[in-house]
């Protein structure tokens, strides 16, 4: 199906396009998740907790399902636990890995009509779902930046 399709090779890859979001984390540690490029610049890690979070939120408007079910407090941006320690970021990756899971369950169960309807005000669920895709796209090209810029002060 070109929805789940279209999430995963996003996700886990492969892709042509370059790193998948989980593929721009391989090999990331604690302390690179930590790194900010600058004053008031997101880390790896906030990343990592706001595509868990818009998984959620794309998933909770296919389904109608309330708010408040998610992991953390708040929306969108959240701080990094404390302590921000190897097993935190494993715990916030299998956060990650899981709030995939459950949105790609949903898209799954889905029939293909269902894709024309809306999920909100202005877009339909298709549109949401492709978004979703995209958006983890587009982080992940951040986090490969970010890395960059890690490397490039290192050896400065």
């Known amino acids: 199906m070109f929805w789940l399709d279209a999430l995963d090779e ?26 900010r490029p600058g004053p008031g610049r997101h880390c790896i890690w906030d990343l990592v ?41 494993r715990e916030d990756l299998a956060l ?10 949903v898209v799954a169960e889905l029939p293909s009509a269902a894709f024309s309807n809306r999920a909100g005000k202005q877009w339909t669920i298709g549109e949401t779902v492709r978004g979703a895709a995209f958006h983890d796209l587009y982080h992940a090209g951040q986090i490969q930046l970010i890395k960059r810029l890690q490397t490039a002060r290192r050896t400065r």
């Open 49 to 89: 907790l706001h595509c868990a979070y818009w998984k959620y939120v794309v998933r909770r408007r296919i389904t109608g399902e309330k708010r408040g079910s998610f992991d953390r407090k708040g929306s969108n941006f959240f701080p990094v636990p404390e302590p921000a320690d190897a097993r935190a970021w």
């Open 96 to 105: 990650l890995r899981a709030e995939h899971a459950r949105l790609r369950a």
């Open 10 to 35: 996003a996700f886990v890859g492969p892709a042509w396009h370059g790193p998948s979001l989980l593929g721009s984390l391989r090999g990331v540690r604690p302390a690179g998740a930590l790194w």
